[in-house]
């Protein structure tokens, strides 16, 4: 399983910091966690295109995190080869009103030559070609959802969440955490900082912490992390 680290910053514009999203293969699949501004772009940056991939997840509905869902639908219709394979979209509850309110508004992100499934999966395991997708409610907006991607290894996704006890059910034991934490300290409804994160990973003890969707105030944070927290780059790539 390798997991590229696509972006790891938030809505807020950055030349450092795309929004954060990231690519996960695994078997032969890809699969997109979250498609925010510019990701599209950023895919491209990376010798990858539309049409490579397999699955998207979107984890909540805000702009950071779907603004370049269109782009890339568009582009699966009117890039230099129309899309032929099939494409799957994992949302959170309310994911088929989102994406009916979309494609009203931009009536082109129909698939024109490929099969396009929409699959709701607020909290349950769905088996895609053998990989397990897995996915909890968490502490943000009602249609917010954590992810977990399995396939001999396990790697899991917050999303944007604040602290829960199922949270720490739902890392325990995960090989790879790629977790928002927006603020080293800063306290803000439906986010985590450090405290609040360290209490989860003290909790569910994942073998692998990595710090992303973070704000501008990480510029200034001062303090050292220590194993098993390290703090994300764009560009970053882990091997599982």
């Known amino acids: 399983m390798n997991v590229k680290i696509l972006g790891t910053g938030t809505s807020i514009p950055s030349l450092k910091r795309l929004s954060s999203s990231y690519l996960v293969t695994t078997k032969g699949y890809r699969i997109l966690i979250d498609v925010g501004p510019s990701v599209v772009r950023r895919l491209l940056e990376f010798d990858y ?128 955490l790629i977790t928002e934490c927006s603020f080293p300290e800063r306290k803000v409804k439906g986010h985590l900082n450090l405290a609040m994160l360290q209490r989860i990973v003290d909790e569910a003890r994942p073998k692998r912490v990595i710090l992303s969707h973070l704000y501008p105030d990480w510029d200034d944070f001062k303090g050292v992390l220590h194993e098993p927290f390290l703090l994300a780059e764009d560009g970053m790539e882990i091997e599982l």
């Open 49 to 176: 295109s539309v049409n490579d991939i397999d699955l998207i997840i979107i984890t909540h509905f805000h702009v950071d995190h779907t603004a370049d869902l269109s782009t890339f639908l568009f582009a699966c219709n009117y890039g230099i080869e129309p899309r032929r394979k099939p494409l799957l979209l994992i949302g959170g509850p309310g994911s088929k009103k989102f994406f009916k309110g979309l494609s009203a508004i931009y009536p082109w992100v129909l698939p024109n030559f490929y099969k396009l499934t929409l699959k709701v999966l607020a909290r349950g395991i769905y088996n895609f070609h053998g990989i397990s997708i897995e996915t909890v409610r968490v502490n943000h907006n009602s249609e917010s959802i954590a992810i977990k991607i399995s396939h001999e290894k396990s790697v899991v996704f917050s999303g944007d969440t604040s602290y829960s006890r199922n949270l720490s059910r739902f890392f325990n034991d995960a090989d790879l």
